[in-house]
């Protein structure tokens, strides 16, 4: 059976208590060492991954700024084209009004020039018949009846030349 004595438990003591001196001097002291490698290599890679993180962060700040400024450099330019256009427009539209204007006097000059024209023609015409009313006036004997009758056939004659 198993008995049980001080002297037992006392060496059981002993060795536990060497094995615990051994245990502590050299494995724990190596496992210890892992551990705090691990520890650190754990530290190492997250302070990385959070400058990491930390630098793509910025760096997507940066573009977003890029873009903004390429979208506010975007309208900027749609608006100077618009801009440019619209002033192209005014000015043809202004080109063509002064062309119309252009022709319009020109038309109302060739307009009165031919009004002139016709003027003086109708005047040629006028005096010639009023000379050849006169010499035939002249040429005839007067009577009231005979003038009279001139009379008639000139404003026949002037009215047939002016229609």
Same mark, same amino acid.
Request: aromatic share 12%; net charge negative; proline share 0%.
């Given at each position: 059976m198993l008995t049980t004595s001080?002297?037992?438990?006392?060496?059981?003591?002993?060795?536990?208590?060497?094995?615990?001196?051994?245990?502590?001097?050299?494995?724990f002291g190596r496992v210890d060492k892992v551990l705090m490698q691990r520890r650190e290599e754990v530290d190492t890679a997250t302070k990385t991954a959070d400058e990491a993180t930390k *630098? @793509?962060?910025?760096?997507?700040?940066?573009?977003?700024k890029k873009?903004?400024?390429?979208?506010?450099?975007?309208?900027?330019?749609? @608006?100077?084209?618009?801009k440019q256009?619209?002033?192209?427009?005014?000015?043809?539209? *202004?080109?063509?009004k002064k062309k119309g204007e252009q022709i319009i006097v020109e038309a109302r000059h060739n307009a009165?020039?031919?009004?002139?024209?016709?003027?003086?023609?109708?005047?040629a015409q006028l005096t010639d018949m009023v000379v050849d009313a006169a010499s035939k006036i002249a040429a005839t004997k007067h009577s009231k009846e005979d003038d009279m009758e001139l009379y008639e056939k000139f404003i026949s004659e002037a009215g047939a030349n002016n229609e």
């Open positions: 001080i002297v037992n438990i006392a060496c059981t003591i002993f060795n536990l208590l060497i094995l615990y001196v051994l245990f502590r001097k050299f494995l *630098s @793509a962060i910025a760096t997507k700040r940066e573009y977003e873009i903004e400024m390429a979208d506010e450099e975007k309208e900027q330019i749609l @608006a100077d084209i618009k256009g619209y002033d192209e427009y005014e000015k043809i539209i *202004s080109e063509a009165e020039v031919e009004n002139e024209r016709a003027k003086e023609a109708y005047a």
